[in-house]
Structures are given as C-alpha cells and as structure tokens.
C-alpha cells in the first residue's frame, strides 16, 4: 500500500497545498490522517483522481509494484493471475479467505481478490464491512464466484468488480482494471 503526501499531490497537481487541503475537505479526493494529522492519499485514489481531471500520472506513482492478496480454489486462476500481472504486481496467494483477512495488517495489499464461496454466508457483510472500516476501506476488491448469483449484492455491498465462472484471462483483466495497470 502506497501513500502519497498532501504536498507531493499539490507538486503532481501544480495547485497549492491549501487546494489539496480543500479537495481533500470537500471530499473530492478520499484521505486519511495520521495520528499527527497531517493527510495521506492512496495511490489508487490519486491515480483515479488524477486521470478524472486529466492530470498525467507521474512516474513515481506508475512505477510502484502493487500488492495483490488473493484466496481462491481454482490454483489455476491464481497462477495465471501471477503470470500475467508477472512485474507489474506482486500476487500474495492464500488457500483460506480467513487467513488473508487477518494478514491484511501485515502484508498492507492495495487489493483483494477474493472467492466469495470461501466466505460463505458472510461474503456480503464481509465487503460492506472492509470497505467501511478505515484501516481497509482503500482496498479495491475483486469478488470472484463460480456463478454470477449475487453479483448484483457483492457490488452493492462494495466490491469493486465481481467476476463469475473463476475465468482467469477476466479475474487477470479485473485487477489490472482495479489496480490502474495500464
């Protein structure tokens, strides 16, 4: 997970530090603050923001290796995942949706790809919650399923892209997407 200062964003931006601070005040550009209150941006939010407003990415913020975690139980979508997004994003794979949940503090992923039937019934409420709770809500999270039964929900709950049928080129296609792969 990258961040990006207030000040490096004006700098990308070529504003002043008091529009950041405003942009960021009127909820036009998601942030967070540290604990000595100074604002951070996601690199995601940064790069969606800055495409919206045609504004270049910069190199600094292109170059970075996102991180994907990933529990599905088709191993074949997961290596073919890591082969196509091979330098582009680094693919943390898991067996268990449980435990890439609580390994999210540590491996700090920008994504989840997740298999909505290693959740079972607390898929829906699953999402909603990660993408409410502050420490989570930047992730951009990728439901995967056998069927397209509960799509609709998934996206609703939060999910930012849901792909059914475990079809490895659309799941590889759905985090370049979510991850601003170009």
């Given at each position: 997970m990258t961040v990006c200062t207030a000040a490096a964003l004006a700098r990308f931006c070529n504003v002043d530090l008091k529009t950041i601070h405003n942009w960021a005040a009127r909820g036009a550009l998601p942030s967070h603050r540290t604990c000595g209150r100074h604002l951070r941006f996601y690199r995601l939010d940064v790069i969606a923001f800055l495409r919206t407003y045609?504004?270049?990415?910069?190199?600094?913020?292109?170059?970075?290796?996102?991180?994907?975690?990933?529990?599905?139980?088709?191993?074949?979508?997961?290596?073919?995942?890591?082969?196509?997004?091979?330098?582009?994003?680094?693919?943390?794979?898991?067996?268990?949706a449980f435990e890439a949940l609580v390994d999210l503090d540590r491996t700090a992923p920008e994504a989840l790809a997740?298999?909505?039937?290693?959740l079972g019934s607390a898929a829906l409420r699953c999402v909603a919650r990660l993408t409410r709770y502050a420490?989570?809500?930047?992730?951009?999270i990728v439901a995967l399923a056998e069927t397209d039964s509960g799509a609709s929900e998934l996206l609703a709950a939060g999910a930012h892209r849901f792909v059914a049928g475990f079809d490895a080129p659309a799941v590889r296609a759905a985090l370049e997407s979510v991850l601003a792969l170009d």
């Open positions: 045609g504004h270049a990415i910069p190199r600094e913020l292109a170059a970075v290796r996102p991180k994907v975690a990933m529990a599905c139980v088709d191993a074949g979508v997961i290596s073919t995942a890591e082969r196509g997004l091979r330098g582009r994003a680094e693919i943390v794979a898991y067996e268990d997740v298999d909505v039937a290693l420490t989570t809500r930047h992730l951009r």
